[in-house]
């Protein structure tokens, strides 16, 4: 059993107690990228972190456009993507979350959009709600020139409008691997809907990517069971 099972409601009672900004504060569009070029292939890839990989993949799955979401690790070496030493905050992984996409029906840009407003907050430098540590990190991990270019503007974007109450802190950086999670952290949220850290934490973000965002959102999401 992983780690942070076991203090996950304690964790969450001190996250409130603290008076940070919960998950449902994140309920608020941000606007589109202003530089988005059309991809016309039938599938893209990307790879985000921002907090707990549970909550990122839970997000992403209930996205239009998206076809698979696979939680995992990047940053760090093949020898340290496990779950047990990527918590000792030592091994330069951030759990992150791989999402591969149609980008006819859904772009780099706007998942990004999605990214930035409702499913973490980007101005938590190495930590996300009760978790902290650089493995918690927010990063961008773009693939090509064209998606380091779009983060890039986007950020620059966000940052000139003032929109969030803090600097953004968001990396972007090149993505050398993505490894895969171990398996009992895949689809975590689906398969655990009333886990105590998932209702406060992330069950809030859906929501609000549900009535922020209602034309990319799906009530059903792809899960990795169903492929």
Partial sequence: MPSKFPFALLSAVLFLAAGCARAGDLDKAVPAPAFDPAVNAGSETAVLAGGCF????????HVKGVVRVVAGYAGGAAATAHYDMVGTETTGHAESVQITFDPRIISFGKLLQIYFSVAHDPTQLNAQGPDSGPSYRSEIFFADPVQEKIARAYVAQLSAAHLFHAPIVTRIERLNAFYRA???????????PDYPYIVINDLP?????????PQYYRSRPVTLALR
């Fill in 54 to 61: 549970w909550g990122q993949q839970g997000v992403f799955e």
């Fill in 205 to 213: 973000k859906i929501a609000a990517l549900a009535h922020v965002y």
């Fill in 182 to 192: 171990e398996d009992y952290h895949q689809d975590f949220l689906v398969d655990n």
